[in-house]
Each structure stands twice: as structure tokens, then as C-alpha cells.
DNA sequence: ATGGCTCGCGGAGCGAGA
């Protein structure tokens, strides 16, 4: 028995509903998690979503900014948003499914950005962004007895070498500053994940979900970074058959600027 | 050679993304 978990930054879920669409009927994931949805939850495109199939809908949506949504076809329940930080931003959402005689937690992030400046006492931004992740260090794949973690979303980090198109250029750009990346790290660590991408593509390998807007030609540049990501817990390791980074959805019509990243487990 | 583009909002041009 199969199961297969997309998250994709879709910057913006209304201006971009036609490649959304075009994704599902091509690959047809059991669950789609979005991030900068970029609109208010009664403002969700639901609608084109169950007519897919996709019947089992949570958001957690705000005017203009940010935004989650997760998407399914098979049923959700005990939804929980987190309010990272006292911000009232719409930066988590997550609820329970079920596969293989296991109950497993989907938790969707978008975490913040994190401005220009890496200097948290100049820039607010990035001090948002260093209290978000410590605050994430909290949160164990084991948090609940009997029940597996999954954890998906665009972290805004890229924390390998190999996963920004050059280390050394990256050092003091946010998204791949030292605070940032070892930072990350220990969530993953102190929460007892597993890195999926990384366990089936070696860090020796470049590897990107994101690609800039601004280069004229995005794909001959290839300055990309490892922006979105998909964890587990350990017990899930064993089940995942391989990750799949959709890179050709950059170069679609209107794209984002991140592309589907899609972990397929079987049981 | 990163910021050059692309969003929402609102009805011009700005804040934000990363």
C-alpha cells in the first residue's frame, strides 16, 4: 500500500490554481501540502480541490501574507494550528491520517523568510526568523505516544554545502548563514527526525527546490537552494521508496519560484 | 552576477519574498 506527501511554496494558491491542478491530475499525491497560499481561509479555491478527489481540506489562511493548506485524500483529523512566536501569523497547521495501521501527524511549516540583513539586533526579520526556529527545537516526531511524525514545508533554510549552488558565496546570505543552518540542525536533531531528502540523495549531490525569480534564465544559472524539505519520524525511514523534486514545474506557465517535492512510502 | 522579478493590495507604487 502506497503513499505519497507533496509540499510545495505555491505563492499564491488563487493566481496559481491552474498548475496546482495540472500537478494533482499528473501525479496525484495522496496528500498536497501548500505554503504562501497568500489568502484568507473563505477565499481557499475548496471547490477545485474536491473535484479532484481531494475531498479532506484544512487551511490556515490571512489576508495578502503567507498562509498553509493541506489537502487530502484521505481523511484528517484532530487539525491543530501553532501560533509560532505570539505573531498571529499563519505559518503552521497539522492533524493526524491514517496509513498502514498507523496514525501519523502531518505538520505543514512556512517558515519566515527572514528580510536581507543577517543580523538579528538590525533586523527584526531575521530575529522573527531565529525565535521561530528555536522555538521549533521543541517539537518532537515523538511528541505523541503511538502516533508517527511526518513534517513538511518551506523552512527557508538551506542547511547542507550541497544544498545552495555555492557555499562559500552563501555564508552571509540569509537562508544559509551559520545561525541558520546549525540552528535547523538541532531541530532535527533534539526532535529526533530524519532528513527524507537526504537519506535517498547523498550530501555530496547538489540538490534544490528553489530557484530565484530575478536570473534571467533560471535553469542555465541553476542558482538554486534547499529550501523545502520533508522529515519523519525514525519508524517511517524504513517505508520511504524515494523523494521526487518536480524540477521541471519551475519552467510552467506563471511558476513559483519553489517546485512539488513528493516523498512515496510503501507499507 | 544576486537581486535583475513576482506577488497582494488597490487602483500608484510599496512591502515582501529569499
Redo the contacts with the bound molecule.
Sequence with gaps: MALSITTW?I??V??RLPIVVQFLEQFRPDILCLQ?I?CQNEEFPADAFRELGYDNIIVHGQ???HGVATVSKLPLSEDHRQDYCGMGDARHISAIFEWAGRRIRLHNFYV??G??EPDPAANP?FAHKLSFVDEMKALRADAEPGVSAILVG?L?IAPFENDVWSHK?MLK???HTPVETEGLLEVVSRGGWLDLMRETVDPSQKLYT?W?????DWAAAD?G?R?DHIWSSPDLGPHLDRIEVLKEARGWD?PS??VPVTARFSA
Excluded: C, M
Excluded at 530565484?212 to 534571467?216: L, T
Design positions: 511554496n505563492n499564491s488563487r493566481l504562501e497568500k489576508k495578502g501574507y519566515p523568510a528580510g536581507d526579520k518551506d527557508n558565496q546570505i540569509v537562508s528553489w530565484s525569480y530575478r536570473a534571467k542558482r537552494r529550501l506563471r519560484d519553489h
